[in-house]
């Protein structure tokens, strides 16, 4: 046995050990255990968004600050009243009974973006269904995902927790990594980051909960209040410096609202990049060859990405706006990229915006979320259904909607599910729920049209299916 | 609070009531100091008695089966709830648990 393999089996053993310590826990132990937890990382809040910050050089530390909070206190609020412990659902009409048990060992993947806030979330969701968690952090970010994780499992041990049942390792190999995620007695893989990870965590041959890329058309429809859908998306696209997977990537808006949508863009930050900039703008924001987002350039400022481009810009700059008269490859800035930088697209209609919306959308975002603002609920409607996206997101920042918990009423969550348009089996925002195994116990009920049906009908080919139907059905 | 008695050639140690870290301190020692005069018996962990387990317990399962070796030390009585805490961590395939 090699030396890896070595480390692996230990993590694993543990792990394990965890696991059947966990299987005895009622739901008032772990419950105790979650809110610890919750109040320790909230504790940590600052130190933590500021070791972040500091080490990744990702994103605003203020606004990590608000990531935790989310990951600690709103995710609290969200899984405290969840019953994942034993009896959940007891229908004595149809004789069902639920039973939740835990997966079992969980191994967790942190992006850079969110070194801290994922890794609490992760463990809240984790301990909330009595699975041990193992995280695996980002190479650029394992200091503070690891103190994160320190911070959170003593907080847990504090309250009777099993042993181990939160473990990390600042180095794993791609080795180790593939390793612990194809092990036997692995349950599940948290997948959140980069798409190569994500497909691993698929290839693992383990259930995994991954998440897809994001290019969120943000619509801005004729009838949406102009200056209430620019402060969203200017709070949307700024916040940790665009960092969020669901954050706004095109502004769309019809002709007749242009004017005054740029004009309130530029009142609040934003600056309209003239042609020749949009091409400078494009060569640090991608890789010409990959056409993936520029890593030096992901959560980084506007000034800095202006700086870095050559290009001048005013002072108090936050916000780079490309104006773009295409989708897809000859038009790199209409792809993701996690900065405070986004297209500008002008149409003239309603179907002319349905068009490039899906457009954007199927360039890179399937599944994911998409934005509109808008006062008419039908179109509000036919948006949505337009759109391949787990989440549409209205008359909302789109970075804040869609993770859910601040201004409505999705399941606060870092892992946000993608559908089969991301490669994912869920477009829900992964949480707690999504951790444990739900048995049934179907008890015996009588099925009164089968009871007094005549089987020996179905031997009758001369009987179609309507027919067996009505009589099946007769005086019920 | 764990009663040693022994009987022909094995030393059974009963446990009994919750066995989280804080009771099995003293558990502990009482059966550590007990094993040092262990020569030639083998050792049982009796769980008869016994609701819960935590981490520490199978540590110290795990510590007499490799200081006695893993024929002469068993777990048994235990509950199928404590046999599925065994299962589910994979130390049954390693102890003797009945």
Redo the contacts between chains.
Sequence with gaps: MSMTTERVAQVM?KA??????F??FDQEQTDRIVKAVYEAAFAARVTLAKQAQAETGIGIWEHKVIKNVLASQFVYEDIRDLKTVGVISDDPRTGVTEIAQPV?PIFAIIPTTNPTSTVIFKIMIALKARNPIIISPHPRAAKSSIEAAKICYLAACRA?A???CVQWAPDWTRDEMSQLMSHP?LALVLATGGGAMVKAAYSSGKPALGVGAGNVPAYIEKSADVVHAVTAIMASKTFDNGTVCASEQAIIVEKSNAAAARRELEQQGAYFLPPADVARVEAVALDPATHVMHPAIVGKSAAFIAELAGISVPDGTRLLVAPLHGVGREHPLSAEVLAPVIAWYEVKDFAAAGSLCLELNFFGGMGHTASIHSNDRERILAFATLMNAGRVVVNSPSSQGAVGGICNFLPPSFTLGCGTGGNNITTDNISARHLINIQRVARRRGNERLDRFDMNLLYDEKLDAPAIARLYNKNY | MVTITVQDQEIICAFAGRL??MALMKDEMAVSGRLEQAAGHRVVFDLAGVG?????F??LCLSTAKKLGAGRFAVRGASP??K????????DKQLTVT
């Design positions: 053993a394990k050990a965890a696991a059947g310590i299987s005895q079992g009777d099993p042993d181990d007695d | 989280d870290t819960f387990i935590a981490s520490s199978l540590r709830e404590i599925k805490v065994f299962a589910i961590s994979g130390l």
